[in-house]
């Protein structure tokens, strides 16, 4: 079956160069050369042993995997059948430091897509025989575990690693460690914190307090340790009487209105006790939760991020109604552009946001189900628009294709909603297209590879559109390479997004590769995203320009990111 593609006529691949033409293309290859940024010249295929070790410990700092395969799905415990590069650097580098340091440093600057690999070697580190190494991880430790779950998660980890040792894991620097950890809070958001996550991993807030033997640095932190390992009533008896500091009262305001909530039945004072203190979904009780006007309460001060996956639910529980005040308020939070800045709101997360909230049920079951408000979907649609203002640019020159050659209304894998391939396909064309200057859009199929240039006044809608061409054949992800090739287009990372799995690719586009980096003297790098894939990798794990990904995610991004800027 020929292709029918609306984008434009269709050249021709096999083409052979001369005269003109073939000077044109060496002075374009030229061009391409000096253009290029200058981590464009690391040789990807044969790097040295020590190199290697560290670009395969970030990409296991980054999705849990040394490999160039990444997976949208979650892949499960990390253990040490997992971290053979982060045993190598530890021991390559005299005191191991540097990798702690390059640990902090991801975790920090957002790089990760999963925090679960960096507890993991942040446990190994401060188990390293150099003492120097230790240290390095314990102060880590402190910065880096900013919630109770991340502190919970080294523990455990920390206790996986020495099963079957007959030492055990509380040492002083771990004590040291974790008593820092609650001394060195704010108390309000330690008081926030030890109600809200109270345990995680097999661990409470009591046993790390008790195990570490932990004296607190200031009264405030002495009142919410005696709460936790002795119990609200305790508190009471023990502060009655006495004069208590500004701090220490406030604590104990806090505290008692967690108590109260607890114990109360009257929604008219849950409600208040909600406004007054800030307390979050976590704190209240099940049967406060069946309550609209609680809910209402929650959303005031809910971030928008946790409001964006419960649309729907709020929606089918008549909490958010058609023209209602809290739907309103809500519905211009949600396109509030300083909002979207300040909680630095990714469009990709919008994205899934309005396809769930479209869907108009919840689950493969679909047990919840509601009718989609017009307000918020267009409240969606034009935050959508304006969270570009949240994406930085890499500045690497990208050429986006996408693959029309079977049907694009397949289910995207990876995200916790069902989206359809043409509608995710589209949005994440458009991030590139509108966030990086120098993006080539196509789309190919069997034979032929069509340019989309896509403007900045097009819709998602209009994207989508443009993008979802109904064709047929063998998927050659080779033709966009050969595309660039024979029309002298200078590229820095070539993404293919394609519903074949990665596994069955007919055609590899690894020699494409090779030869269009041969003749434009550009080390090019090539994603594959597999959509709809839980396959494997393309081929030649010894080419760091080359990366594999099975299903798309929000982290999918972020590992392109890095990816395209030779972090990993």
Known sequence: MQMQIQCGAAPKIAAPFGGLAELFHILTSFLCIFSAAPSSFTTFPRS??????????????????????????????????????????????????????????????????????????????????????????????????????????????????????????????????????????????????????????????????????????????????????????????????????????????????????????????????????KLEMEQLLTQHLQSKQVWRALLNDMPLHSVLKILGRMTANEVLEPRSSTTQSLCERIRNEDTLKKENIHPFSIFLAMENYKRGHQGYLGRTKWEPNNCILKALESAFYSSFMNVEPVGKRFLVAVDVSMSLIDILLGTSVNTPVAAAAAAITMIFARTEADTHVLVFSDGAVVPCPLSPQMTLADVAAKLGTNSSGDTDCSLPITWATENGKCVDVFIILTNNPVGTLTTSPVESLKKYRQTTGVHSKLVVCGLTSTGNAITDTEDRGLLSMCGFDLGTLTVIRNFSQDLI
């Open 48 to 277: 040295s042993a020590a190199s290697q070790w560290r670009h395969q410990l970030r990409r296991f700092l980054c999705y849990g995997s040394e490999g160039n395969v990444f997976t949208a799905r979650d892949q499960g415990r990390i253990s040490l059948n997992n971290a053979e590069a982060l045993l190598s650097c530890l021991q390559e580098e005299e005191d191991g430091a540097e990798v702690v340091e390059e640990i902090r440093r991801f975790v920090q600057e957002g790089r990760v897509v999963r925090l679960d690999p960096s507890f993991f070697a942040l446990a190994l580190c401060s188990q390293h025989s150099k003492r120097k190494t230790r240290e390095a991880a314990f102060k880590a430790l402190k910065e880096l575990c900013r919630d109770p779950a991340h502190l919970f998660a080294v523990v455990q980890y920390k206790k996986e690693l020495r099963e079957g040792m007959k030492c055990g894991i509380w040492g002083r620097a771990l004590r040291t460690a974790v008593s820092d950890w609650y001394n060195k809070q704010d108390p309000m958001v330690l008081a926030a914190a030890v109600t809200r996550c109270k345990q995680r991993e097999g661990w409470s807030h009591k046993d790390l307090l008790r195990l570490s033997h932990t004296k607190p640095s200031k009264e405030a932190v002495a009142l919410i340790s005696k709460y936790v390992t002795k119990g609200w009533t305790e508190v009471q008896a023990f502060y009655a009487d006495k004069e208590n500091s500004e701090e220490v009262v406030k604590v104990l305001s806090y505290l008692e209105a967690v108590e109260k909530v607890k114990h109360s039945c009257d929604e008219t004072e849950v409600i208040n006790l909600i406004g007054e203190h």
